[in-house]
């Protein structure tokens, strides 16, 4: 065995002073002193690369080495703290770009997630040869040690003046476990750190989380509300057949919903612009020129334009919140609310203001407004067909008794009805006689044929109270004047002249001149508030549309001219003068 193995098997306190005289003692005080310093000065810092700097600048101090490097790494390659002094950086690269290949090599024993039990600090190589494979060639000393699933090196090259003693080995590895001690201190202290962090990270998730779900029971408290004030608001209105409460609870309840101070339900019909209004907290005065046009074109508008609330879906109601918008339609601009179509010849609006939030209706309101809307229209509708029931029986009641009176008149005419045919007999042979008589027609005969007419149609509308009109009232009408189809042609292709279809809607649907307006008489007042109310009256408009049984060109006409119209002319020929000259149309 060699002197310096047998100076590494002696204890470190336990050297003989009188054996070794050349200050052996001495040198292991400095390395106690070196150990305790090193201690204290590890025990300050808290990183792993700042404790391995420190560390290899002691051990580089302590044994008078020249070079010298710290490799920390875990059981995954990953490196977690590096060191080097004096090595040339070519002969390091190992160590900083492929820490995963030494792993393998000397720790191939340490496995990711599998921490193997600690080891203390022991020499893997001593000598004068060149050094360990993957390490710098200049490592004379290379100690190694194991820590749970990380694995470290510390290397030192040749010292200044002689080579490295058992008790410099002795020191180095007392050097390294300090070392070691207070690296696995200083991970320990990082993963308390992460998990501290963690559980910040996962305390401010938690945070959020339980924001999240307050906020979410928030909404779904206020859901609720909503869903309950539709089921209320249904429940209201379901059992009233006036349409004028309908209007008024309805009114308080949406009013109540959306906590509002001030709001108004507007009804409109057509034909007349018949209104009917109902307000609360504000004055009627304040609606003075809302009109039922005006709201029309506020109702087409939002129907066709496909903006807000457009009646998406095929719904007859949306919302109007644009103060620009509700102006237009002499609504006040501080009051948005809903629009809304019951039929064809009725809609209206709910505007709302005042409200105790100043923002605007969130997608829960909006949602209310429209569904207890869409519920009121069907209420409202059939408040509508239960009082047009009461109107039609008290019609039908009036009707039965004019039939009664009628009946009894007729009764009582019936002598005069014989009196008349007697007369009528008399009046036939009388005219027999004549004509035999003269042989030959004459004016007289033509004069005395149409006083008997005059005077059987006189008496038939004293017996029936309906009557028929003696003469057609197209008779009393000045004629209008016609165009002929290719002229016509002609002003539509220029855009002078606006085309108007005056038949009923399902002919229209067969088939129609491209681009025309159908204007039916039955719905005259209605479709042209809606189509052509803000038509030029100096523009020339041609009408078509009339058949052998009803001319329907004529009429719409007349109509048209009766609404300030200028220049309206009939289609001369109608559709199939049209069709005949080649000239398009749509199915």
């Not at 003989?16 to 090193?38: K, M, V, Y």
């Not at 009233?240 to 949406?254: A, P, V």
């Not at 006040?332 to 505007?351: E, H, Q, T, Y």
């Not at 009082?387 to 009764?411: F, H, P, S, V, W």
Request: charged residues 25%.
């Amino acid at each position: 065995m060699t002197a310096d193995m047998e100076s590494a098997a002696q204890p470190l306190f336990c050297r003989d002073a009188d054996g070794d005289p050349s200050g052996a003692l001495a040198r292991r005080l400095f390395q106690l002193q070196t150990l305790n310093e090193a201690s204290f000065e590890l025990s300050r810092l808290a990183s792993a690369q700042e404790i391995a700097d420190s560390f290899l600048l002691t051990a580089m101090g302590a044994l008078g080495a020249v070079q010298g490097f710290v490799l920390v790494m875990t059981a995954a390659g990953v490196r977690r703290a590096l060191s080097i002094r004096g090595f040339p950086e070519a002969e390091t690269a190992g160590l900083r770009d492929d820490p995963g290949r030494i792993m393998q090599t000397y720790c191939s024993g340490v496995k990711p997630g599998k921490p193997s039990p600690p080891s203390r600090p022991h020499i893997l190589f001593a000598g004068k040869t060149s050094g360990p494979m993957l390490f710098p060639s200049g490592t004379v000393i290379l100690v190694k040690w194991v820590m749970d699933d990380e694995c470290g090196f510390v290397g030192l090259g040749p010292k200044i003046k002689e080579a490295y003693s058992g008790e410099d080995r002795d020191f180095l590895i007392s050097l390294t476990a300090t070392f070691q001690h207070f690296l696995g201190r200083a991970f320990f202290i990082e993963e308390i750190h992460r998990l501290n962090a963690d559980l910040q990270s996962g305390y401010a998730e938690l945070q959020d989380s339980l924001a999240a779900s307050r906020r979410l029971g928030k909404e779904l408290d206020r859901r609720v509300y909503h869903l309950r004030a539709v089921n209320d608001t249904v429940n209201e209105l379901s059992g009233l057949l006036d349409s004028g409460e309908l209007m008024q609870r309805f009114l308080l309840l949406s009013m109540g919903a959306v906590s509002a101070a001030r709001g108004y339900l507007a009804l409109f019909s057509q034909p007349g612009e018949q209104r009917r209004l109902v307000c609360r907290g504000m004055e009627e005065a304040v609606l003075a020129e809302a009109s039922g046009s005006r709201i029309s074109r506020l109702v087409t508008r939002m129907l066709f334009s496909g903006g807000q609330g457009g009646g998406s879906g095929g719904l007859r109601r949306g919302l109007a919140v644009d103060a620009e918008v509700l102006t237009q339609a002499g609504l006040p601009a501080d009051m948005p609310g809903v629009w809304f179509v019951v039929d064809d010849s009725r809609f209206g609006f709910l505007g709302l203001g005042d409200r105790l939030t100043p923002a605007a209706f969130d997608p829960l309101e909006c949602d209310f407004l429209l569904t207890a809307t869409g519920a009121f229209t069907v209420f409202l509708r059939n408040a509508g067909l239960y009082e047009e029931k009461n109107r039609l029986i008290d019609n039908l009641a009036a009707q039965n008794r004019e039939l009664q009176e009628t009946l009894d008149c007729l009764t009582r005419s019936r002598q005069e009805v014989d009196v008349l045919k007697a007369a009528k007999q008399r009046i036939t042979e009388l005219v027999r006689c004549e004509m035999d008589r003269v042989g030959r027609v004459s004016v007289m005969d033509f004069v005395l044929i149409l006083c008997v007419s005059l005077a059987i149609g006189i008496l038939f509308n004293s017996a029936n109270p309906s009557g028929v009109g003696l003469l057609p009232s197209s008779w009393s009408r000045p004629a209008i004047q016609a165009v002929d189809p290719s002229l016509a042609r002609s002003r539509l292709d220029q855009g002078a002249a606006v085309v108007v279809d005056a038949r009923p809607r399902e002919f229209f649907e067969m088939k129609h001149i491209p681009g025309a307006v159908n204007l039916p008489l039955s719905l005259f007042d209605f479709v042209y508030g809606m189509e052509m109310a803000d038509l030029d009256p100096a523009r020339e408009v041609v009408v078509y549309g009339g058949n052998i049984s009803r001319r329907y060109d004529d009429d719409v006409a007349a109509l048209l001219i009766e609404r300030g119209h200028s220049d309206v002319k009939v289609l001369s020929g109608g559709l199939d003068a049209w069709e005949k000259r080649g000239f398009p149309v749509t199915p």
